[in-house]
C-alpha cells in the first residue's frame, strides 16, 4: 500500500471516529443543522463576496461538465452551502437528500463526507462510495478542497459530487485547480489573471475527462483539442490544431450564427467529416464572450453517439429484464425449447417465435438476449400491431431534422439505431404493413438504414428477433404478407406450446404467480381451496400464462376468497363456451354445397382485391380458371 493511500485510510478513520462521537446515525438522511427561510438570507450577505467570486470558476467548471452526472457545490467556513450547480437529474438527487442552500455539510452535522472533513483537515481530499459515513451518502464520489483568504484562513470549500462510479482522481485535481484560481481571483481582481489560471489549470484537467473537447477562436480556427477527441477521431492534435471548424463541420456557420442570438446548442446530434467519413456525435457548443458581450470563440464538447444510445437503453428501460431462469417450467417440450434457444442464442441469424397470444414470447425474446454475447448492448422492443401505419417507419429508422411538420431539432434515432450492438424485438410482425414489409426486408439484406427525410447511410448491427401470434404462411398465401420477408425472419423459428399442452407446467406457475404477486400486491400468499385448484389445473386457459397470472392476481387480491374464485372462474368459463359458440356458428356457416362454398370464396375474395390477378393467386388458381368459374357462377367483375 502507498504511503499517501495510508494516511487517506486514517484521515478517513478518524472522520469516522469523529462522526461517532458526534452521535450521528449511519441511517441518516438528512443534515442535522438547516438554517430557516430567514437565517439564509443573513448567511449569504455575510458571503457575499465569496460567492461573487466563485460563481464565474464555478460557471466554467459546470461549462465543461455539462451533462456528465456532476454537481458542484460551494460552501462557507462552517460547512453551511451557499450555492451549487449542476445537472438537474442530479441536482434533484441531491435536493432530496436535503443538500440545498443553508444545508449544513461539516461533520458534525452529517458525518464523513468530502466538504466537512476538507474543513477539519485543511486539505483537498476526495470520498467515495462507503468511505462516507452515513449510508444515503454511499451513492456519491465527493471531491472538496478549502478555500483560504490572503492570511491563510479558510472561508469556504468547493464541491464536485457525481455518482460513485465516476471516481475517478483527475476529479479532485478539477476542484484543487478552480480553488486556486478562486483564491488567486481573492487577491486580485484583474480579469487576465482569472482568465489566465483558469487556462493552466482547466486545460490540464480536460485532457483526461472521457468526453470530447474542443475550442475555437472568434474566427472559427481551432486552438484546442484533447486527447479524448483526437481518439475519437482517429487523428493526432497536429492535425486539427490552427485548422477552420469548417474542415470537419461544414455546418459550423449556420451553428455559431444562432449561437450568436442567444439560442442553446444542447445535446444536438450533428456529423463531423473525418478523413473523408461521416461520424455522428452529440455536440454542445459554449461560447466564450468578452465584456462587452461579443463572442471571441467557442467550447465545443461531444460524445460518441452509440455511448449515447447504450446510456438512453440504460435509463429509459430498453433492456432485457427476463433471463432463462424467469421461465418456469418442468415439460418436456419446454424444456427441448430452452435448451434449444440457449444454442442459437449468440446466433446473428433472425429468429421467429410464433405462439398463441399470453404464451410467453417476449419473454422468451429477452432470455435470448440475455444469454447471448449481445447482452450488453440494448434490448429495444416494438409492437408493429400498436403502432399507426404512417407512423412505424419513423418509429423504426427514425428521421432527420426537417423532414416532416413538428420534427424534432437535430431529427430523432428510431429503434435500429438505439438497438445497434443489441436486439431489436419485433412483436405482432404479422401486423406490419406490406409497404412497410419492402423497406424492412431491405435493411435486412443490407444492414443500413436511411432516417426519414435524410440522405445518409447509417450501418446497424441488430439482431431480429420476430414474434406472432398468427400463421404467416398462411398470412403469404392470403397476399398480406411477404414470402420472401417470411423466409428472412424465419431462418431460426421457435414455436411456443400453449398452456393446455403443458399442464404438468401449471402447477409451478401457480406458485411462482402466487409468491411474486403476493409480493407486489404486500399481502400473505392465500390459501387456494382444494376445489378451485382442480378448476385452475384442468382448465384450458386460452389466454395461456397472461390470463393464469392475471387469475392468480386475482386471488391474491381477495385473500383466496372461495366465492368470489369460484364465480370468476364461472365467467371465464363462460367466455370459453362463447367463443365455441363463435366457431360453431362459422362452422355452420361453411356447411353448404361446395359449389356454394367456391361461389361464395370467390366474391369474397373479389371484393377484398378488385384485381384478377391477386385473385387467382390467392385461391390458387389460374387466371384462366378463374374466368371460367366467374362465367359458370354468373359473377360479374
Same mark, same amino acid.
Given at each position: ?49 465569496? +460567492? ?92 472538496? %478542497? ?80 484533447? %486527447? ?56 454542445? +457548443? ?57 444454442? +442459437? ?49 419513423? &418509429? ?92 428472412? +425472419? ?10 393446455? &399442452? ?136
Amino acid at each position: 500500500m502507498k504511503k499517501n493511500d495510508k494516511i487517506h485510510e486514517e484521515i478517513i478513520k478518524k472522520s469516522h471516529e469523529r462522526s461517532n462521537k458526534y452521535g450521528i446515525e449511519v441511517s441518516r438522511i438528512y443534515p442535522k443543522k438547516i438554517l430557516s427561510k430567514q437565517e439564509i438570507p443573513i448567511v449569504l450577505k455575510r458571503n457575499k463576496e465569496l +460567492i461573487r467570486i466563485a460563481s464565474p470558476f464555478m460557471k466554467i467548471l459546470y461549462d465543461f461538465l455539462e451533462g456528465s452526472g456532476f454537481f458542484i457545490v460551494l460552501t462557507d467556513r462552517e460547512g453551511c452551502i451557499l450555492s451549487t450547480i449542476g445537472d438537474r437529474d442530479i441536482l434533484q438527487a441531491a435536493k432530496e437528500l436535503n443538500m440545498v442552500v443553508g444545508a449544513y455539510m461539516n461533520e458534525n452535522s452529517i458525518g464523513t463526507n468530502a466538504m466537512g472533513t476538507a474543513i477539519n483537515e485543511d486539505m483537498p481530499i476526495q470520498i467515495s462510495a462507503k468511505e462516507h459515513f452515513i449510508t444515503a451518502y454511499h451513492r456519491w464520489t465527493c471531491s472538496a %478542497a478549502p478555500i483560504h483568504n490572503v492570511k491563510g484562513d479558510i472561508i469556504g470549500t468547493l464541491n464536485l459530487t457525481g455518482n460513485s462510479n465516476l471516481v475517478h482522481p483527475h476529479t479532485l485535481g478539477l476542484v484543487v485547480a478552480a480553488v486556486r484560481s478562486i483564491e488567486n481571483q481573492i487577491k486580485s481582481e484583474e480579469a487576465s489573471n482569472k482568465l489566465l489560471e483558469t487556462y493552466q489549470y482547466l486545460n490540464a484537467i480536460i485532457e483526461s475527462v472521457d468526453i470530447g473537447i474542443l475550442s475555437v477562436d472568434g474566427k472559427g480556427i481551432i486552438k484546442n483539442i484533447n %486527447a479524448t477527441a483526437c481518439s475519437m477521431f482517429d487523428c493526432t492534435k497536429e492535425y486539427l490544431i490552427n485548422q477552420p471548424i469548417q474542415k470537419i463541420f461544414s455546418l459550423w456557420d449556420e451553428v455559431i450564427n444562432r449561437v450568436a442570438l442567444g439560442k442553446k446548442v444542447v445535446d444536438e446530434e450533428v456529423s463531423f467529416k473525418i478523413n473523408g467519413k461521416f461520424q455522428r456525435y452529440i455536440v454542445n +457548443i459554449h461560447s466564450i464572450r468578452d465584456e462587452v458581450d461579443t463572442i471571441i470563440g467557442a467550447v465545443i464538447s461531444f460524445k460518441n453517439i452509440q455511448n449515447v444510445y447504450n446510456l438512453i437503453n440504460k435509463y429509459t428501460g430498453k433492456k432485457a429484464r427476463y433471463t432463462f431462469d424467469d421461465i418456469k417450467y418442468k415439460s418436456y417440450s419446454m424444456n427441448k425449447i430452452i435448451e434449444y434457444s440457449k444454442s +442459437i442464442a449468440d446466433s446473428p441469424s433472425t429468429i421467429l417465435i410464433t405462439g398463441e397470444s399470453g404464451t410467453g414470447k417476449e419473454i422468451l425474446a429477452q432470455a435470448i438476449h440475455n444469454f447471448s454475447n449481445r447482452r450488453e448492448y440494448g434490448f429495444v422492443a416494438i409492437n408493429c400491431g400498436a403502432i399507426p401505419q404512417n407512423l412505424i417507419e419513423s &418509429e423504426l429508422f427514425g428521421y432527420d431534422e426537417g423532414a416532416f411538420t413538428g420534427a424534432k431539432r437535430g431529427g430523432n434515432p428510431g429503434k435500429f439505431e438505439l438497438a445497434n450492438g443489441g436486439t431489436l424485438f419485433l412483436d405482432e410482425i404479422g401486423e406490419m404493413p406490406l409497404d412497410m414489409q419492402v423497406k424492412f426486408l431491405r435493411v435486412l439484406q443490407e444492414g443500413c438504414i436511411t432516417r426519414i427525410g435524410g440522405n445518409k447511410y447509417i450501418d446497424v448491427d441488430v439482431r431480429i428477433i420476430a414474434a406472432t401470434n398468427r400463421n404467416l404462411l398462411q398470412e403469404v398465401q392470403c397476399g398480406r404478407f411477404r414470402e420472401d420477408l417470411y423466409y428472412r +425472419i424465419s431462418v431460426i423459428p421457435i414455436v411456443l406450446p400453449p398452456l393446455r &399442452e403443458r399442464r404438468e407446467d401449471i402447477p409451478l406457475l401457480i406458485e411462482h404467480f402466487l409468491e411474486i404477486k403476493s409480493q407486489k400486491l404486500k399481502k400473505p400468499i392465500p390459501k387456494i381451496n382444494r376445489a378451485i385448484y382442480e378448476k385452475m389445473l384442468s382448465y384450458d386457459w386460452w389466454g395461456n400464462i397472461r390470463e393464469l397470472e392475471n387469475f392468480i392476481e386475482s386471488a391474491v387480491n381477495f385473500d383466496g376468497n372461495t366465492e368470489f374464485l369460484m364465480n370468476k372462474f364461472k365467467d371465464i368459463e363462460e367466455k370459453g363456451k362463447n367463443n365455441e359458440i363463435k366457431s360453431c356458428d362459422i362452422m355452420d356457416e361453411l356447411i353448404c354445397p361446395l359449389d356454394e362454398l367456391e361461389k361464395r370464396a370467390i366474391i369474397s375474395c373479389l371484393k377484398k382485391y378488385n384485381n384478377v390477378t391477386k385473385c387467382a393467386k390467392v385461391l390458387n388458381i389460374s387466371r384462366n380458371t378463374l374466368y371460367l368459374k366467374l362465367k359458370k357462377y354468373n359473377i360479374e367483375i
